[in-house]
């Protein structure tokens, strides 16, 4: 059966500004991912904070929503069969010292903070995050 999904990607502030937007977006095509939508954008520290709401509680999370906010991100739907969980696949673990081979967190990632790319988690979160960036 099949079940086409789609999911929010973010390319984090790290990653832009070393130029690899457009790397990452290949290695994303090449995955057999549709870029829907796109855009590059830059979020107020507000936006980053309410983006990250579900972390509110953790110690990192005033990094985390500064960091989201110090620079150009590209926000993009994607869509794929299971784009959700692949995509998840496809970027690797948090920390970047821990993911996969192959996966777009440990070639490119720097730290667990800088870790280049996001990814929804869930198709509730997905639904959530595509409409926070996209919503008309
Ligand atoms: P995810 O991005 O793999 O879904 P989450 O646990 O949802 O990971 O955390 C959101 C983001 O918060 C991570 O991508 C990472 O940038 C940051 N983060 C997570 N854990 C830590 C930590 O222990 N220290 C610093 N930053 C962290
Ligand atoms: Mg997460």
Redesign the pocket.
Known sequence: MSNTEQTLSII?PDAVERNLSEEIKEKIIENIFKIFKEKKIKIEKQEAEKF?Q??QS?P?YN??CS?LSSGAIVVMILERENAILENRKL?G??DPSKAEDGTIRKKYGIS????SV??S?SPENAKIEIDFFFKE
Request: hydrophobic share 30%; net charge neutral.
């Open positions: 984090k990250y579900v972390h953790k990192f990094d985390l960091y970027m673990a948090t667990i903070d800088k870790n996001h990814g988690d």
